[in-house]
């Protein structure tokens, strides 16, 4: 089995999508491969698609059968999920060269994932960079509406009036 693994600092990346390298590894043959992530135009964009889309594209061109991750935004993880890709979890380790294929877990829900921040912070301002169809990814959660009786205590509090 081929296995991807992010790499930042020398060390497993905390956050996949966000690796500057990658360590491709096969399982079979033993055989390693450094892949290193370059920051495209589309990449450098406030939305991030363009990066994502770039690595999954990557993955796929190296035949990566498996990644290995600490953590992960939910977009990413569902794209892995949808491409076939199978995703392991890691414990924290220092040491690359230590980590055995025994000490991963198969992550099969999306429960393991987090958030992910851009998805929800800002409107799209279009689907040039990430290639998305039909509805709107990247729409803007409404969280900043208080309720009534909070908006009127720090009205009063701040002596705001209207």
């Known amino acids: 089995m081929k296995y991807a693994l992010p790499i930042q600092n020398q060390r497993l990346s905390n956050h996949f999508s966000k690796a500057p390298q990658f360590l491709l590894f096969d399982s079979q043959t033993g055989k390693q491969q450094w892949l290193d992530i370059e920051a495209t135009?589309?990449?450098?964009?406030?939305?991030?698609?363009?990066?994502?889309?770039?690595?999954?594209?990557?993955?796929?061109?190296?035949?990566?059968?498996?990644?290995?991750?600490?953590?992960?935004?939910?977009?990413?993880?569902?794209?892995?999920?949808?491409?076939?890709?199978?995703v392991f979890s890691s414990p924290a380790i220092h040491d690359i060269g230590n980590l055995s294929t025994t000490q991963l877990t198969p992550v099969t829900d999306m429960n393991y994932?987090?958030?992910?921040?851009?998805?929800?912070?800002?409107?799209?301002?279009?689907?040039?960079?990430?290639?998305?169809?039909?509805?709107?990814?990247?729409?803007?959660?409404?969280?900043?509406?208080?309720?009534?009786?909070?908006?009127?205590?720090?009205?009063?509090?701040?002596k705001i009036h209207r």
């Open 41 to 86: 135009e589309e990449a450098r964009s406030e939305h991030h698609c363009g990066k994502k889309k770039t690595l999954l594209a990557l993955l796929k061109q190296h035949q990566v059968d498996a990644v290995v991750v600490r953590n992960i935004g939910q977009s990413m993880l569902a794209s892995l999920f949808l491409s076939g890709v199978k």
């Open 113 to 158: 994932a987090r958030p992910s921040a851009h998805k929800s912070a800002k409107p799209c301002a279009g689907h040039s960079a990430c290639g998305h169809q039909d509805a709107c990814c990247h729409k803007p959660v409404d969280n900043t509406k208080l309720k009534p009786r909070t908006l009127e205590k720090l009205q009063r509090v701040l």
